[in-house]
Every structure is written in C-alpha cells, then in structure tokens.
C-alpha cells in the first residue's frame, strides 16, 4: 500500500528547493537554483542580449558557472569571437567558476567540486541530467529559460513522477554502463522517459564506479527523461570529497521506501552482451552480433558520456599492444583537460597512441558536428558518444554507430564493428 | 489577444523529428539567418526554401527531441512557422517553443490530418478544425498565460512587455 507522505528522492530535492516541507508529482512549483551551469554555445551568446533587452544583472555570479567547450579551441573567425564573448561576459559579470576549454561543462563540473547530493541544478545543456550521478536534481533548458534563471535565481518545475529502473548482477567482462544505456534505449524509446524523472537502482549500481554511473545519469536525456538521478552512498561521498566538494548530509538524500512510482522496470546486468546502436537513433540498440563485421572509416571516442578517465582506461585495454587497422581512423578527445592529464600519468594515453589514436582536443567536438574529426558523405562511423541523430556528426549522408569505449577500440583494431570480448580475453592469456 | 490561427499549408513529418535535424551543429555558430537556411534538410531539403508565413507542421511522436538549442524552435517561427501539432514533444523542446513563440500542440488526432488539407487552430479551446474533412480534432488546451506569450513573440518581448507595464 502506497503510503502518501512517502516521497521519491526527486520530490524530496524539488520540496526542498521550492522551500515547501513536500510536494507531488504534477504540481507545479517555483524553485530556488542552486547552481547555473551554462557554456559557450547556448550561454553569454544567447542571454547576453536578453538580459541587456530586459535591463538586468544575474542575480548571483557565485552560483554560476561557465564553461567553454563547444567552440574550443576556435577553428576559424566565428568560434574565436564566440569564445571571445563568452571570456569578456566572464569578466564583466564577475563569474569566478569560469572554465575556459577544460574540458567538457558535464565532466568538468563534478571534477571541480561543484555538485552536492540534494542540489537543485539548472543547465543550459541537454545532457545537464550527469549531474543525477552526484544525487543533484539537474536538468536541461534552452537559453531563454536560462535567461530567467540568471535574472532572477528562480525556475519553475512540473513535479515528475519517478520511473525507476533497477538493475541486478555485476556487468561482465568488456560491458560497461554505455551498454546498459543503449539497451535501455532500445527498450524504453527515446520517449521512454517521458519527461519524468528516472531514478537508477539496484545491486548493479553498488559496483559503478562515478565515471559509470555519470553515463547512466547523462543519458537519461536519450530516453527523454528530465532528469537521471542515483541515490549516493559511500562511492559517491568519497568522489565529492576527493573532488575538493562538500558531500554533505548524503545520506539524507534517498527516496521513501514505500513511494510510489510511476513504473519499475527490472533488467540484468549478468547476461548482458555489448550493445550497439545502428544509426539515425540510440534507440536502434540490439546486441553487438546484430551489426558485426559492418567496415568503418572513423572510430571516435568522445563527448560527455564516453571520453572519461574510466571510458580511456577501457579503450586502452583492448588497444595495447594492437595497432589500428590499416582501413580506419581512430580520433580520441578526452573528456578534460584533466582526464588527459590522469590518463598521461597512468600510462593508459601511450596505449592509445601508440596504437595510432590521433589525439583531439577535449570539448564536445565531432559529436556535436562542432570542431575537428567530422565525417564526409558515404562515411560510417563507431562512437562512444550519446547520439547518433542523421546528420549530427557532420555529412547528413554519413553513418553513425554508438558503443562503449570497449566495442569502439574492438572496431577500431578489426576494423570493422566488433565484440570486445574475444580481444580482452586474448590480452588476457597472452 | 489573438490566439486562432489558419493553416497556410501543411508540412507532415514522422516520429522522432530532432534538434539536429532542425537546427543542425554544423550551422549553429553562425547567424540565425545561415540556421534556418539549413532547417530539416537532411530530411527534406525543399523545406526551407518553400515554407511561408502561417504554415503549420504535422508530426508524430517525440518531437524536437535531442539538444536544448532553442534554435531549433526558433528556426521554425523564423521560416514562418506558427504551430507544431505533434503526438508528443521532447520536453526541453515543449518549453523553449513556447518561449521562441512557436505553438507546441499536443493531438492524438495527427493521422486526420494530410498535407493538403486546411485546418484550422483554436489552441485555448485545444480544437483543431479540418476545413477540409469537416472534423473537429482534439489537441491539449493551452493556458492563457502561455497563449500570451505566444502572443507577444516569446517570454522575452512578453516580459519586456509586461515590465514596461509594471513600471
């Protein structure tokens, strides 16, 4: 029996955030931002000109942060000026959480502290959901909702339901939280979500690391979900600290045990083989056999959702001591500047190199059809990244197929589509 | 407030119509101008050239799913485009278009609609009229105060608008 004082972890934070001791789905509720996140694409260039027409000043440089790292770095005239704004803005409104091609907004915003369990975060990016992983309702606007954001520190929300998705048993070997994602996109649609929230559980969860769970969260928006929230625990805690961040009371920040859902959908992590998503949608997502042995010219391991420390370590498994196959291209852009640095230290960047990965600056880049490593009419594509929309990566006549790390650095040894398995159990006996 | 629209000509796409597709990357650090040049190419390349002032679009389930670049409502309202009737919208899309000044309607009904028929909308009453089959469809009904700023050209010049009121 559903109890209704019971409240879901998303109605707990949004009760908190419109200063109300509860709140239920449906309603809707004016809320206090505790953090904008915005970057140089749908930033300054977009609200710049609204605030001026409106005569106002952000309400709070201190709960701003910015992040160039779409345009990065410039490619030609148009790119340098839009950077060129967005570092002016900064200046001018005093933002001093400024972080000018470090890296991607969604890595780089839990790498530098920012994100606590209970938050209330607004971004000006769809994959603004990332932010779930740390325990924070974060979600995505466009520019003109961002404005008001910015204006006023306020934002109204329809309260969503919960769809929770809880999976059991331990991934196997070379399967990661990408796949999960795909199969949850293949399951549920692209509408799956319906703009609720979703809420990620289960044993399966206990054993992610955050670069994992980060996945989970920041591909909510592939199954139109507002939002992608996990409870945090111990894993958590520990990265917001080791970050530099405050945790906080964390462990308040769970929903009621007897709240009430809009669906539970269960799935198993054991038997799951990698997933890839044939083009133009994620949510044309079957299991890697389906595809295999189909050629590639480019391989691409990038974006928020798979170019993280974790996402290089996976592809460095499979490529060290490999070589790139002669019929394709491997780009890699490591989510930040800092996963660069980590991956430098730790050896995993010569495995890739070495192997012939051409190193990409770290921004949102190809994945976007924004700066380097686009591709031509006629070519096809593997990528770690989140969306494979007709057109996205460049030539509206190109392909595009999404995997994990792992299946991109398999294609990109045999190249063509591969299963990443044979090749790490073969690293493994040698 | 005026808040009834005609149908110039109907436009009908699929399920799952994007933000890329609307306003995609490749174009978006340029002006909105160069955008909208570019809007639904990729599926139809005659749109931007021939679609006027009034025009509505027609589209099944997930509409402008995918990025948060308003643009991508914004591009449509620039080509001319008053209303999106669709199965459903992608969330982040649902409110930008209201707040660029595009309707985002949301009916059941889309198969009764065709390309060459007349319709006509009553988005506070949520009727849509098919002048040319005679039906009286059904959309969700849209609250006045998003049907002002609708109104108004977007939440900016509405509050611009109301600000000036206020003072």
Redesign the interface.
Known sequence: MPNSAAQTLAEKIIARAAGRSSVKAGEIVTCSVDLAMIHD??GPR?VKP?LE???VQVWDPAKIVLVSDH?VPAFDA??AA?LKLTRDWARDQDIEKFYDQQGICHVVLPERGHLSPGMFVV????H?PTGGAFGAYMF??????M??VLATGDTWIKVPQTILLRWSGSLGEGVTAKDMMLKLCATLG??GG??QAIEYSGSTLVGLSMQERMTLSNMAAEL?A?TGLIAPDTVTAKAIADAGGDPGNWQDWSGDEDASYRAVHDFNAADLPPQIAAPH?PANAGSVEDVEKTTVDQCYIGACTGAKLVDLHAAARVLKGRKVARNTRLMIAPASTRTTTAAAADGSLAALTEAGAILLPSGCGAC???GAG?LAEGEVCMASTA?N????M?S?ESLVYLGSPYSVAATAVMGHIADPRPLLAEGKSA | MKTRLTARRIWKYGD?V????LA???Y???SMEDLAVHCL???DPGFAGQVRDGDVLVAG??FG??????QA?QVLRMLGVTAVIAR?F???F???AF??GLYALVSDDIDRIEKDHNISVDPLAGRITNETTGEVLACEKVPEHLAAIVSAG???PH??KT?RKAL
Do not use: H
């Open positions: 694409s749908g977009r609204m027409r409106l005569g345009y148009q790119s839009i971004g000006g990016d769809s603004s995505g606007v466009g520019a003109t909702d404005a008001g692209m509408d319906d703009y139109g507002q949608s976007a059809g924004y686009v969306r929309f007709q057109g996205r460049g509206r | 799952g994007d933000t890329d597709l995609p990357g490749t978006m650090k340029g190419e990729a599926i389930k997930n799913i995918g990025s948060s670049r308003e409502a459903s992608g969330g982040i649902y409110r930008n707040n660029l977007g939440l900016i509050l611009e600000l």
